[in-house]
Structure formats: C-alpha cells, structure tokens
C-alpha cells in the first residue's frame, strides 16, 4: 500500500490522525499522545503495509540518544493502546518476529478540508470532539444547543458559577449551549490529560526487579517470600515489553539486611522495584505490596490483599492481577490455565519448593544437591507440580560435570532427563524444562537436540538471562561466535549485577579479538566479587591477549594454589622468553596434578612451549569429553599456533559430527 506524506488527515478504522494539528481521534475521543509517541504512529501510517526494521526505528526516532530496544516496544504498546479499534480489537501494529514491525490497516487519505467534509458525511463515526478552531462545524454547536437545551435550569445553575454567569448574562441560549459544551469539552480534555499523565506513570516503566517478600513477625515459613517472588517472575517472564530480573539474582536479597529496595532498584539498574510483607494472624493472612519508581524516588503504587495464607494459589493469582492492573504489559500471554499447570495449591509443597529455590540460587554443587532434596518434598506433596520438576531438573543438569569425574554421571543424566521429561508432560511450555533439558543434552553430545530446545525456551521467555546465556554458548559451539556475542549482550543486560553474565560475556568478547571492551566487564564483575578465581584468570587471559605479559603473570600469581594456573603460568612464561622456568613450572605440576587435573591448561602450555604433538594428543583426549565447551577450542587464540594442523582440523570436524552439528 502506498500512501502519500502530504495529506492533511489519515483515516483508519475508527481513527483519524490529524497531522496538521497533531492530533488523533479514536471512535470521536480525543487521544492524548507524547511527541514522539504521535510521530512513531505517523511513520507507521505512512508506511502502511511495509515492513519497518526494528533497527530502521531505532535510528530514526532515537538517533544521538541513549536507547534500548524496551523504548520501542514501550511506544508500540501505547500506540496500540491508543488506536485500539473497541468493536473489533484490532491495533494494527503486527510483530514481525525478530525482525520489526508492520502498520496492516486500510488508510485512506484526506488532502484538504473539503475532502475531510465528504469523509465526514459518509463516515459512520460520531466526530464531535475534533476541537480544531478551523474544523469545528455548525452541525456540532448545534447539538451541543440542543444537549444544553435539555438540561435543567438547577443543572445550569450547579453546572456554572455565580460570577461567570453575571458577566455573560447578555448570551441568549444558543451561546449557552456553546458555552456549556466547551466547559465539557474542556473537562473532558483535562480528563484525558490527566488520566494520560497517570498512566504515564506506570507505562514508563520498562524494567522491573521483583523481591522477595518479607514476613513480619512469624519467623515460620520464611522460604515463602521468595517463592512468591519467583512465581510473579515466571508469570511475567513470557513478555518481551518489560524486562523482568531473574529469580536467581534476586535469591541474594532474601536475606533480611537487605531492606532498602531503592538501593537495591539502583544496583540493579531498573526502573522499578515491586516489594511487599507477609503477616501472619492465624490462619489469616494481609500482604502488602508497594511499587517503587527508582528513577523518582518515591512509591507510586500501593495495595494491600487480606487471604489466607492456605490458600496459595489464590493469594499468588490475587498479587498477580493487583500488578497487572497497575503494569498491563505484563498481562502478556498469561493465562490462569496456563498458571495452575506451573504453580501448586499446596501450601506445604510451595514452602518446600521456595526453599528448594534459595538452595539453587546457590548454583554450587552443594547447593543443587541440597535443592533436589527439597524439591523432592515438594512433588511429594503435589506430584503435578511441574516447576518443582523443572527446577529439580535444571539441579541435575548442573551436577552433571561433576558427577562425570566420580562415575555417575549416567546416572544423574537419567533423573535430570526422567524430571524434565515429566515437567513437560504436565506443562508443554515450560520454558523452565526446556532449559534444563537442554542443558542436559548439551552435555551428553546432542548439541542439536539442545539448540532447539533453547530457542524454545528463550520464544517463551525472552527476558530470562540464563535462557539467554545458555543459547549464546551454544550459538558458540555451532560457529556462530557474534551471534553468541547478541546473546550474551542480552543475556548481561537483563542481568547486569550477575559476576557470572559479565565474565561470560568478557570471554566471548576475548574470544573476538576484543580485550579491551571484554576487562570493562571482568572489573564489573570483581566490583560484584572481590574474590573471583575466574575473574582474576580471565583478566590474565585479556593481558595475556594484549601481549602484557608481565600483567598477566602478577594476576595469575594470586592463584598459584590452584593446578591449572600452574599451567596457564608455564604458557605466559614461555611467552614471556622464560621457556626453561616454564618448562620447570609445568614438570612439577604435572607431578603434583596429573594430567587430567591440568586438564584443557595442559593443551596451551604444550601449545605455547612448541610442542605441538604432544598438544595435539592431549587434545584428542580432552575432545572426547568436551560437552558443552566446543567453542573453546574453536575460538581461542592460544590454540591458534596448532589450528592449521590437518590432526587439529580433523579431530574438531570429527567432534562436529559426533555432537550433531
């Protein structure tokens, strides 16, 4: 469809757009817009039937600003909102999936004021509040004198104030009506003003930290707080409006000297925070929840729900329908059907999946090992609980690499599989099972299987940083490093005061010959944690990149305890013209570790001491239990000196094709 950018009016379903005076009607109501809300919806008009890149948008609309991809999908939404046809529901503005957007109405076109005139007679819609001075006609101030007519002299009398009556005295009762109708109109005006600055409010938000509520009084059930939070988090996490930060990085605040959510909004970087309390009276329950804007420093909403706190699935859908009503965007998808699927009824199964979760934001073997055990109980209490089945799998998945090393692995494989397989039965779009499972499969060589599970899980989660990261490794290990560079972008920006999110990203960003963008996010991660040993190694890895070697060293010595810094400080010395301290450096920590504790530092020091067979024999056997690190020895540099090595490019092919890909 092609439509011209010189007429003065756009009609489109039951809206006119109004592009001399700025202004859009829908079904005869004036729509309050933003500037560049009403510019964005011109564009889309003008462009109507065209595909629009998201990029093409952004560049047009922010171009010198600081932006995000969320401040174009909060202004889709308010145009959606304000064009919104009542009868139909259509809004016009489709998503094209990853790629933008596309205007679908039928626009028809007015060039001057006497086509306007034709449109309006022929048009079906009551037009009476267009209030431009040049279009206003004698029909209108007709029936706004025929309206006052009918009104009572007391309504006349209440409606208009003693001195302004007096003044105006010599008005005969057509002028009345005129005069009547502009205070309504006025009044109405001021009531969408004012209702559009409210809304404003809540629709500037496009991210949002939700926290683990707190008990007041009862130290019982303590657990209970972050399960609430998780289950508003995963309610909303099916959206790509609102970012939602992720339950693992909220576990942290469970912790009662964490009580100043604006501090915490703040380290987050988010522009709101949802917090509440629990208190308890018997069986009798009240929550109080309060939103906080981080950027104004004050809360802007309040409520507060009277339950029993038995019933837990109520109380969850009750908070759930207080926010949504407050934060329409995050209604997306949700469907309480949908809901009973995830979340459980059993008050004593949800305490014991709550502490499952605390277990598992540990992400430590220990902690998976302990948060299987409560998720057990939980599916004791209710076996059709299929996120504590999820979660229960997503345990399994991580202790899958250590259990290779005592011999079980087939064995943690098969419940991982088996509580992610039953998951799914109960819940065909738990995202959460799609992860773990995924996980798993990464990890025992069907590569494949596991891609296409993650990009199911992120369609279904978009804002879930650990799906995100998940698939940038694994976008990796297919070939596609800036792709995986995309990801993990996403991945950080979701979860920005995640140690974990900013080291990955660093490591992919070394990986691309960029050491300097990739130490600004590992100095991120050490302000997170001081004491990182993967921080302090991958920082020595950046040095060692830019041919810094002296830097590299003096990091890597804060580590010497451990075995394969040993090793990573026989390839800096080698380097480094120190190939006899290298050489006496690796000899006795292949006496004091073996092998397969040096493990893949074993493979770069041989590699940086010249000893390019025996290199190559240590990695053939580090190939054959690679699982989910392929990307490793696709991208890093330190293996560059052995890459064109025909047994190297056969044995990577090799791998390739046992994995799937």
């Known amino acids: ?92 503005v489709n998503t094209i999936r990853k790629y933008g957007y596309r205007f679908t109405a039928d626009v028809r076109e007015i060039y001057d004021h006497s086509d306007r005139l034709k449109s309006l ?50 008005l005969d009762k057509k002028n009345w009506g005129f005069i009547v109708g502009g205070i309504i109109i006025l009044s109405l005006l001021g009531y969408f003003y004012f209702s559009s600055n409210q809304d404003e409010a809540f629709t500037d938000i496009n991210s949002i930290a939700i926290l683990p509520f707190k008990q007041i009084g009862e130290k019982s059930d303590e657990k209970i707080g972050l399960g609430l939070a998780d289950t508003l988090i995963s309610r909303f996490s099916n959206q790509s409006e609102i970012t939602v930060i992720p339950t693992i990085t909220i576990t942290k605040y469970i912790n009662e000297n964490n009580n100043n959510p604006l501090e915490i909004g703040q380290k987050l970087g988010v522009d709101a925070v949802l917090t509440g309390t629990i208190q308890k009276s018997d069986n009798a329950t009240r929550i109080n929840i309060q939103l906080i804007s981080v950027t104004q420093k004050t809360p802007i909403w309040t409520s507060k729900i009277d339950t029993e706190l038995s019933d837990i ?23 309480k059907d949908l809901a009973e ?91 959460e099972a799609m992860s773990a499972l995924a996980l798993i499969y990464a990890n025992t060589d069907k590569q494949k299987e596991a891609f296409e599970l993650m990009e199911q899980s992120v369609k279904l989660k978009p804002n879930d940083s650990h799906a995100r990261h998940r698939i940038s490794w694994m976008y990796a290990n297919k070939g596609q490093i800036e792709k995986a560079i995309e990801e993990m972008r996403i991945a950080q920006s979701l979860d920005p005061q995640s140690a974990h999110m900013n080291l990955f990203l660093a490591k992919m960003l070394i990986y691309t010959d960029k050491p300097d963008e990739a130490m600004s996010y590992i100095n991120k991660a050490k302000e997170l944690e001081a004491m990182s040993y993967v921080s302090d190694n991958l920082l020595a890895k950046a040095y060692e990149q830019k041919r810094q070697f002296d830097k590299a060293e ?31 450096l690796l000899n006795e920590a292949l006496k004091k570790w073996g092998d397969k504790e040096l493990n893949y530092e074993l493979i770069l020091a041989h590699v940086a001491l010249g ?50 890909w």
């Open 1 to 92: 469809m092609v439509v011209s950018d010189k007429a003065l009016y756009y009609e489109f379903g039951s809206c006119r757009l109004d592009i001399e005076n700025r202004q859009l009607v829908n079904n005869g109501e004036p729509i309050l817009l933003a500037q560049k809300t009403f510019e964005i919806l011109c564009f889309f008009v003008q462009n109507a039937g065209k595909v629009l890149r998201k990029e093409e948008l952004l560049d047009k609309f922010w171009e010198e600003e600081y932006f995000e991809e969320t401040n174009l999908a909060q202004q889709i939404y308010r145009i959606r909102k304000a064009i919104k046809d009542e009868d139909t529901g259509e809004t016009y």
């Open 121 to 170: 007679k022929n048009s079906s819609h009551v037009e009476s509040n267009n209030f431009s001075a040049k279009d206003i006609s004698s029909e209108y101030l007709n029936g706004a004198s025929t309206q006052f007519q009918q009104l009572s002299d007391k309504t006349l009398e209440n409606s208009i104030q003693e001195p302004i009556s007096k003044k105006i005295s010599f």
């Open 313 to 335: 699935f109520s109380l969850q859908d009750s908070i759930a329908e207080q926010v949504t009503k407050k934060l329409p965007l995050l209604l997306v998808n949700y469907s």
């Open 341 to 431: 699927l995830k979340y459980t009824k059993n008050h004593d199964a949800f305490i014991a999946y709550s502490t499952g979760l605390s277990f598992w934001g540990m992400h430590a073997p220990i902690g998976f090992n302990k948060a299987i055990k409560e998720f057990e109980k939980a599916i004791e209490k209710d076996p059709k609980f299929s996120l504590a089945y999820a979660y229960m799998a997503d345990s399994y998945a991580h202790l899958i690499v250590p259990a290779g090393v005592i011999g079980k692995k087939n064995e943690v494989v098969k419940k991982g599989i088996n509580a992610a397989h039953k998951a799914l039965e109960l819940d065909p779009s738990c995202a």
């Open 554 to 584: 003096k990091e890597l010595k804060k580590l010497s305890i451990y075995g394969d810094v040993k090793a990573a400080l026989c390839r800096i010395y080698a380097q480094n013209g120190k190939k006899e301290l290298a050489r006496k």
């Open 611 to 660: 000893d390019e067979e025996i290199a190559i024999k240590e990695l053939e056997k580090f190939l054959e239990n690679i699982g989910d690190r392929l990307y490793l020895v696709k991208y890093d540099f330190a293996l560059d000196p052995i890459r064109n090595n025909s047994t190297f490019i056969q044995l990577l092919e090799e791998t390739e094709e046992k994995q799937g």
